[in-house]
């Protein structure tokens, strides 16, 4: 659904930006320095020789997620940066910083301004559980905990303790959560030879953390992170990984699904053999990484030792029901078990702001596409 939106509104963009380059030169600005934000000016600058591309930020850098997304231990993704220096030094190319579209600029005044305008600064802000217990201390978002380590101005604040708690809980099971469990249990050594935030890397090599939990609703087959991802964290030195053998029973409709994509099969396959395996060289200090699936999160627990802090998830465990050819959802069996802890990364996506002057749907949290 999300590609054919995208795939609809490119169509779209190209028409209208085909009937424009003929007439006079054309003046475009780009909301957005992120990749996506890139792309589109150098499409842009492309497509005519007279368009003026103008790209605004909220921030004073450019490059979006590819500074602040990336892992610090990724530098092979980073490498795009080079072809969008590129396009910011175009001379027919401009970037302005610090310029928040809504607050210095409204989206009327831009519309005025320039003949296309394009939004391209994504979803950042955090999906809400709903659930009690949510705005207990030490419950963070993925998002800010990735901008923490990776020095965005926006988490320069964050300052997690790491030092006096032993798990932590990972709410989802993409690559956004795979990537803060792979942070959270490298060793600092190796971590130290990467473009990590010294104030981040500093905090980790205090860490007491050697239990961390990735927690899903549904089942290893329904996994929503890349054979790549899962590699590098069960690849991790001296981790322990523990996978329940039952979570690993497929029904029928299970192997319906794992028949017709091949990147969830991989991905099962790398997860049994990680239930049956176990690290070369065992120590004290070994850190442990569990899989738990099944599971929905119906409360936070608060801390009786520390006022307002959260020790504690319970759980809803689920089953897997059919809603379509192909699909399952998972819905809740009325059985709840706890976990403790103390800290919960949750990683179950985003949504974007609203912007004035655009429909928005606040339950889906993203802007309406209007087709012609």
Known sequence: ????????????????????????????????????????????LKASQQAQVDIIDRLPTPFGLVRSGVAPDHPETKIVVNQFSRVAQHERCSFFGNVTLGSN????????????????????SDRSLGIPGENLKGILSAREFV????GHPDGRNLDPDLKSIDTAVILGQGNVALDVARILLRPTTELATTDIASHALSTLEESSIRVVYLVGRRG?????????????????????????ESDLHLTPTDEEELKSNRIHRRIFELLSKAATSRPIHAGLNQRQL?????????????????????????????????????????????????????????????????VDGLPFDHKKGFEHIRRP
């Open 105 to 124: 600029v409204s989206l009327a005044e831009l519309r005025k301004l320039y003949h296309v305008v394009v939004l391209a600064y994504g979803a950042e």
């Open 220 to 244: 290893p087959a329904q996994a929503a992170c890349t054979a790549k991802e899962l590699r590098e964290v069960l690849g991790i030195k001296n981790l322990d990984v523990s996978i329940q």
């Open 1 to 44: 659904m999300l590609k054919r939106r995208i795939f609809q509104s490119r169509r779209w963009l190209c028409r209208s930006f085909s009937s424009i380059i003929h007439s006079e030169p054309v003046r475009v600005c780009v909301v957005g320095s992120g990749p996506a934000g890139c792309y589109t000016a150098e499409k842009m």
């Open 290 to 354: 569990r899989f738990v699936f099944f599971r929905k999160p119906d409360s936070f627990q608060e801390s009786k030792d520390s006022t307002g802090h959260v020790s504690g998830v319970l759980f809803e465990k689920t089953v897997l029901k059919g809603v379509g050819p192909g699909k399952q959802i998972a819905v809740g069996t009325g059985e709840f078990e706890d976990l403790k802890c103390g800290m919960v990364l949750k990683s179950i996506g985003y949504k974007s702001v609203p």
């Open 147 to 150: 901008w923490w380590y990776n």
